[in-house]
């Protein structure tokens, strides 16, 4: 089993809709969470931390379930902009304190 | 002010030639990783350094692969004796101490072999 692990998608939706996207860790011991997103060809950039109340960021919402070791992030009313891949990523705890795993990413694109 | 500095930026190189990838970190920032991206693919992790502490190398996949870090700052990726599957884009992060806190990362070097 993969320590981070997202649904690849690809998810394809209308401008202006609601996606959501999922991920699954599996050290119970993680401690902290992020979502990224990486552009085409670009480096991986912080989208947000994912804090145990759920945050929001202007249309990002991220929530997470440390029961089920469940990390979601919601995008309301889609921009072209958004297409991207979004990578979920968990930081360790433990003796692999600061260790950050990133999942394989879900594929985004925002259509007319 | 000056964000993850990594060089070269392209590298082309025959199959079975060393080569060294640079990384220079934020200033400050105590902790640095390296990762590679196939095309298409997710991050794959390396190596990690956290200041003084021994580096966790348990992303690197074979003994061909080695890294440095200097005075806690600059590092650099090796790669002996390359093979055409290296080919990658090589990716430096560093933040600031603790998990808690969000990596920022270099544009990459792109490597290929061939």
């Known amino acids: 089993r993969k320590e981070v692990e997202q649904d690849p998608g690809p998810f394809n939706v209308p401008e202006g809709a609601t996606v959501a996207f999922n991920c699954t860790y599996s050290?119970?011991?993680?401690?902290?969470f992020f979502w990224y997103r990486q552009d085409c060809r670009k480096e991986p950039k912080l989208l947000m931390s994912?804090?145990?109340s759920g945050n929001e960021d202007g249309r990002f919402t991220a929530q997470l379930n440390r029961a089920s070791q469940y990390i979601s992030l919601l995008i309301r009313d889609s921009k072209l902009s958004d297409s991207a891949t979004y990578l979920c990523?968990?930081?360790?705890?433990?003796?692999?304190?600061?260790?950050?795993?990133f999942g394989q990413g879900t594929i985004l694109t925002v259509h007319p | 002010g000056a964000g993850v500095s990594q060089s070269p930026s392209n590298k082309v190189t025959e199959k079975g030639k060393d080569v060294e990838l640079r990384c220079d970190p934020i200033s400050g920032h105590t902790a640095l990783y390296w990762y590679r991206q196939s095309l298409g693919q997710g991050l794959e992790f390396l190596i990690y350094?956290?200041?003084?502490?021994?580096?966790?190398k348990s992303g690197l996949p074979s003994d061909r692969f080695s890294a440095e870090r200097t005075g806690g700052s600059v590092s650099t990726l090796t790669i002996q004796r390359t093979q055409q599957e290296d080919s990658a884009v090589y990716l430096c992060?560093?933040?600031?101490?603790?998990?808690?806190?969000?990596?920022?990362f270099g544009d990459g070097t792109r490597l290929s072999i061939l």
């Open positions: 350094f956290q200041g003084n502490s021994a580096p966790d």
């Open positions: 990523v968990v930081g360790a705890g433990g003796t692999s304190y600061g260790k950050l795993t």
């Open positions: 050290n119970s011991a993680s401690q902290s």
């Open positions: 992060a560093s933040s600031i101490r603790g998990s808690n806190q969000p990596q920022h």
């Open positions: 994912v804090y145990s």
